[in-house]
């Protein structure tokens, strides 16, 4: 049992709780009750249309209606959710997150400039080793591979790899679905194309996807405008390049107006794991561990499946006959994922640091 000053953890108890395992109902009902006594969970950068976060985000409502969630900036990439809680560490007002979500690599670049809060869910065994921080900095919590979202009325054949994207009939056609200096969905979709051309991995294909990029947009093909539903509805952007959840999301948005495909490359079939963490700063730590507590229950995980995510507790949900059959039936056929790969951390890190530092001198398309 944790002891309390007052209605919340104190700052030595948080600090102890912060790197601890829930083992028991008591001190479950314990965080329960600091996280009320805050009443408030900020978050940053989750679209309601991203993974199933709007569902996820009212579930937690529902179950405790007691906390306020403010959501701050839905569209801001990865490096944006790390800046805001580097330019928040002495603020505890409503810009400062107490949560964020973000790819792969920025989880241990973050963790290193101390600017996460260990914290260890209940349901931390079964969360696979090599998608988590063994101190509880960050969890891995769902994945996907990237794809391409195809607007069928004004894309007669669909591209079926990242070669084809370099084709004069894909002219001013193909976007990116952030910014790739700091978008870790675009950062990702660079390295993909590099891998694809053949590149080992690591700065190897961050160059070569630098040089594809490049390529793309000297043939006119590329449009530097961060792509979504919307843009490829109204034909700004016929062609967008964005993981595989958000293309099955936009697919069921957009409702047949326009017709779509969603097409999963041959080659550089990249999956992306997205990790979550809680700021060293949050205003709402309790709230903040409570968040995570739900995300990482049965009834979190399948609510990133419901918006086509794979969780990461897949196969141990899939182990224990928790994964329902009818969402199940509306994801992508197993085959289209075989060919994928998981980069790992050092790969993932090297390819972002030579995507970032060197877009703007290579590519030289100003993304927004």
């Known amino acids: 049992m944790f002891k309390f000053t007052g209605k919340v953890l104190s700052l030595s108890a948080a600090a102890l709780f912060a790197s601890t395992v829930i083992s028991s109902a008591d001190s479950m009902d314990d965080l329960v009750k600091a996280a009320k006594a805050e009443g408030q969970l900020t978050t940053i950068a989750l679209p309601h249309d991203w993974c199933g976060y709007g569902a996820v985000i009212d579930g937690f409502k529902a179950k405790y209606p007691e906390i306020k969630i403010n959501e701050l900036n839905p569209d801001a990439g990865s490096g944006d959710e790390v800046e805001a809680i580097k330019a928040n560490k002495d603020n505890k007002g409503p810009q400062a997150p107490d949560v964020i979500d973000v790819g792969l690599g920025f989880g241990p670049t973050a963790k290193a400039d101390g600017l996460l809060m260990p914290y260890k869910v209940s349901t931390w065994d079964s969360i696979p080793d090599s998608a988590k921080d063994a101190d509880g900095a960050w969890t891995g919590d769902y994945y996907g591979v990237l794809s391409f979202l195809v607007n069928k009325d004004l894309v007669k054949e ?190 993932q890190g090297k390819a972002k640091e030579a995507i970032t530092k060197n877009w703007d001198a290579v590519v030289g398309a100003n993304v927004k």
């Open 158 to 347: 669909a591209p079926a790899d990242w070669a084809d994207l370099l084709k004069p009939e894909f002219a001013n056609t193909v976007a990116l679905a952030g910014d790739p200096r700091a978008s870790n969905q675009a950062i990702q979709a660079v390295y993909a194309a590099g891998l694809s051309g053949g590149a080992a991995a690591g700065e190897a294909a961050g160059t070569a996807g630098l040089d594809f990029f490049k390529k793309l947009n000297a043939a006119g093909n590329f449009v530097p405008v961060i792509g979504k539903p919307a843009t490829l509805a109204q034909g700004q952007t016929p062609i967008l390049v964005t993981w595989d959840y958000n293309a099955l999301a936009g697919r069921d948005t957009l409702k047949g107006n326009p017709p779509v495909d969603v097409v999963v490359p041959k080659t550089g079939v990249v999956a992306g794991v997205y990790v979550q963490a809680i700021s060293a700063f949050a205003p709402h730590p309790n709230a903040a561990k409570l968040w995570l507590e739900y995300l990482y229950s049965d009834e979190g995980q399948i609510g990133w499946l419901k918006g086509y995510c794979h969780p990461i507790r897949f196969n141990d949900l899939a182990k224990n006959g928790k994964l329902p059959a009818d969402v199940m039936a509306k994801l992508p056929p197993a085959e289209s994922y075989a060919a994928a790969v998981f980069p790992t951390l050092d790969e």
